[in-house]
């Protein structure tokens, strides 16, 4: 397996730990995205995409954060959850949605997407310069290739004007 490419979008905000969010595709097949580089003791490290533990609230089954104080669905105020703790100790509030299963892997990420930042840290002091990482749109916007490289259809995006009869509540919504 390889990192066929990296793509970086460099995050200016002064004092903050997060340096950039980048991309990186293996075997120009397989794209992995939201991977954070972040400013460590040690210098930047790149930390894995990774998503908020939820518990279900037991009044409604709706999914809350570990953290909330009341359910998002029905209001009800959260019992004290158990906190799942890592290996070091800390309560977890995060799990990885991907990650390398072994160092060797870590470490190939880790240097060639550091090696990436780099770069792209100092192509950011050229004039005119555009981050790579802004040809990724997947917003549906004009131009954009769903990053499937092909384009929307011409009217994607594109509502249609209805003139409606009355303006009561709903009206025009079946026309």
Same mark, same amino acid.
């Given at each position: 397996?390889e990192?066929?490419?990296?793509?970086?979008?460099?995050?200016?905000?002064?004092?903050?730990?997060l340096?950039?969010?980048?991309?990186?595709t293996?075997?120009?097949?397989?794209?992995?995205?939201?991977l954070?580089?972040?400013?460590?003791? +040690?210098?930047p490290?790149?930390?894995?995409?990774?998503?908020?533990l939820?518990?279900? +609230?037991?009044? +409604?089954?709706?999914?809350?954060?570990?953290?909330?104080? =009341?359910?998002?669905?029905?209001?009800?105020?959260?019992?004290?959850?158990?906190?799942?703790?890592?290996?070091?100790?800390?309560?977890?509030? =995060?799990?990885?949605?991907?990650?390398?299963?072994?160092?060797? +892997?870590?470490?190939?990420?880790q240097?060639?997407?550091?090696?990436?930042?780099?770069?792209?840290?100092?192509?950011?002091k050229?004039?005119?310069y555009?981050?790579? =990482?802004?040809?990724f749109?997947?917003?549906g916007?004009?131009?954009?290739?769903?990053?499937?490289?092909?384009?929307?259809?011409?009217?994607?995006?594109?509502?249609?004007?209805?003139?409606?009869?009355?303006?009561?509540?709903?009206?025009?919504?079946?026309?």
């Amino acid at each position: 397996m390889e990192v066929t490419e990296v793509r970086v979008k460099l995050i200016d905000e002064p004092g903050e730990r997060l340096q950039a969010f980048c991309s990186i595709t293996f075997d120009n097949s397989f794209v992995v995205r939201d991977l954070k580089i972040i400013d460590g003791t +040690c210098g930047p490290f790149v930390a894995m995409p990774s998503r908020k533990l939820t518990v279900h +609230c037991p009044r +409604c089954r709706c999914k809350n954060h570990l953290k909330a104080s =009341y359910c998002n669905q029905c209001g009800r105020r959260s019992e004290e959850s158990p906190e799942v703790r890592d290996e070091t100790g800390r309560t977890k509030l =995060y799990a990885d949605v991907a990650h390398p299963i072994n160092s060797a +892997c870590r470490v190939m990420i880790q240097e060639r997407v550091i090696r990436a930042f780099e770069e792209e840290q100092v192509k950011s002091k050229l004039p005119g310069y555009v981050s790579s =990482y802004d040809d990724f749109t997947d917003d549906g916007e004009e131009g954009s290739d769903f990053g499937f490289g092909i384009s929307p259809p011409p009217h994607f995006g594109v509502r249609k004007k209805v003139e409606s009869r009355s303006n009561e509540f709903g009206a025009g919504i079946f026309e």
